[in-house]
């Protein structure tokens, strides 16, 4: 069975200071793996995705993960936080058996203090 | 590409009335619909699938009777909340996927209230 692990609830940094959100997960297949973004009372934003190409993926915003099949992890990273990314994160890996269905970590709230 | 739209954006209605929240995949054929609901500060909890023209497959633990789904066409599904409670307040964001993808392109939410 496909799970997956946010292994931070709450990430504070200083504007200008690296972000890392980490994730790990677990899957009997080759999965697919997204990171999103969720700012109050709206709905998910995509930031990247990985999908079996290049282990180290670019999103938006500045926003990178690397895929690491040997420690099962996919942590995001950013060089130098914002305040506009002060939001919550949610890892999602994607089932691969057909059904298509995501499923969802239990999200980190990234805080940006000025 | 790849928008999703919900209706509406809000919606209060009191107690025991039904609702109807709609969702619509704008620019593509979604061959699959999800929708998810999320209490507050919490993960999203993925309540069906729907795939077009058949009827929607509940997760445990959701009462199909008082949350219907209907998928009529490729670009609209449908969710109907019964006989609406107060505890039935949250917010419902619907996905949607295309043949031969694994990416969901979600919409916006819809807040529904119950009072």
């Known amino acids: 069975a496909q799970s997956v692990t946010q292994l931070d609830s709450h990430v504070s940094v200083s504007e200008g200071t690296p972000v890392l959100l980490r994730c790990n997960y677990s899957?009997?297949?080759?999965?697919?793996l997204f990171w999103y973004v969720q700012h109050p009372n709206k709905g998910l934003q995509l930031l990247l995705k990985?999908?079996?190409?290049?282990?180290l993926v670019k999103g938006i915003n500045g926003f990178e993960a690397e895929f690491k099949k040997s420690e099962t992890s996919f942590h995001l990273t950013k060089p130098s936080a914002h305040m506009s990314d002060a939001a919550e994160y949610f890892c999602?890996?994607?089932?691969?058996?057909?059904?298509?269905?995501?499923?969802f970590g239990t999200g980190t709230r990234l805080k940006v203090l000025a | 590409g790849a928008v999703v739209s919900q209706h509406p954006s809000r919606v209060i209605c009191k107690s025991g009335t039904s609702v109807k929240i709609e969702c619509r995949s704008l620019?593509?054929?979604?061959?699959?619909m999800f929708w998810y609901r999320q209490f507050p500060k919490q993960s999203l909890m993925l309540m069906a699938t729907?795939?077009?023209?058949?009827?929607?497959?509940?997760e445990q633990g959701v009462e199909k009777d008082k949350f219907l789904i209907n998928h009529a066409s490729l670009t609209l599904s449908t969710l109907t909340v019964t006989s609406a409670h107060p505890e039935d307040s949250s917010f419902y964001i619907c996905?949607?996927?295309?043949?031969?993808?694994?990416?969901?392109?979600f919409g916006p939410g819809t807040r529904l209230t119950v009072t």
């Open positions: 999602v890996v994607s089932d691969p058996a057909g059904t298509y269905k995501y499923i």
């Open positions: 990985y999908t079996s190409a290049a282990t």
């Open positions: 899957s009997s297949y080759s999965p697919s």
């Open positions: 996905s949607a996927r295309t043949s031969g993808l694994y990416e969901q392109y």
């Open positions: 620019d593509f054929q979604a061959t699959t």
């Open positions: 729907s795939n077009e023209g058949s009827k929607a497959t509940y």
